[in-house]
T-cell receptor, first 115, second 112 residues
Framework: DGGITQSPKYLFRKEGQNVTLSCEQN?????MYWYRQDPGQGLRLIYY???????QKGDIAEGYSVSREKKESFPLTVTSAQKNPTAFYLC??????????????FGSGTRLTVV | KQEVTQIPAALSVPEGENLVLNCSFT??????LQWFRQDPGKGLTSLLL?????REQTSGRLNASLDKSSGRSTLYIAASQPGDSATYLC???????????FGTGTRLKVLA
């Protein structure tokens, strides 16, 4: 079955440490996205990528980095520069952004906690 | 700038009741609108996608309507069941943009 796989499900980060969240999809989608979800707030876009080897900052990119070396994969690194990283991180994918027919498919999320 | 609002923030109903969840948006120039369901600690599951040229979409006991001119969408759930308890989010993709803007959701509890 096609879908999006996020790993790990739970992640603990020590102060000053970089951690990487994995997102893999086998839906043949071109575009991939990272969102952050905090209690009481809507989802906020961190980074997105429309094509391999290209990505753009979203609304809250500071303290995060991404890469898109393969169509199927879009890993997110939470760096030590991100001062408040505790949150639920969601990865999504879709077909090209220009079509009105296309919506998002989401992964099951990674909960990151600073210890 | 597109803004998406969902009211109410929380809703509790007895089993079997028909209910309506509301979503409003400020910019009517949209590609589409998507309704999602989120269970606690889980990812988002797509329920329905309404294209800008459509007025409504149906899937089982769910019916979503779209009125672009008034900037509103409703999600109608017929004969609610305890298994429908979850947070429901709507998301709007404005024309010419690459991303969805999400509302903060309605947390629904259906009581047995």
């Amino acid at each position: 079955d096609g879908g999006i796989t996020q790993s790990p499900k739970y992640l603990f980060r020590k102060e000053g440490q970089n951690v990487t969240l994995s997102c893999e999809q086998n839906l043949n989608h071109d575009a991939m996205y990272w969102y952050r979800q905090d209690p009481g707030q809507g989802l906020r876009l961190i980074y997105y990528s429309q094509i391999v080897n290209d990505f753009q900052k979203g609304d809250i990119a500071e303290g995060y980095s991404v890469s898109r070396e393969k169509k199927e994969s879009f890993p997110l690194t939470v760096t030590s520069a991100q001062k408040n990283p505790t949150a639920f991180y969601l990865c999504a994918s879709s077909f090209p952004v220009t079509g009105e027919n296309y919506g998002y498919t989401f992964g099951s999320g990674t909960r990151l906690t600073v210890v | 700038k597109q803004e998406v609002t969902q009211i109410p923030a929380a809703l509790s109903v007895p089993e079997g009741e028909n209910l309506v969840l509301n979503c409003s948006f400020t910019d009517s120039a949209i590609y589409n609108l998507q309704w999602f369901r989120q269970d606690p600690g889980k990812g988002l599951t797509s329920l329905l996608l309404i294209q800008s040229s459509q007025r409504e979409q149906t899937s089982g006991r769910l019916n979503a309507s779209l009125d672009k001119s008034s900037g509103r969408s409703t999600l109608y759930i017929a004969a609610s069941q305890p298994g429908d308890s979850a947070t429901y989010l709507c998301a709007v993709r404005t024309s010419g943009t690459y991303k969805y803007i999400f509302g903060t959701g309605t947390r629904l509890k259906v009581l047995a």
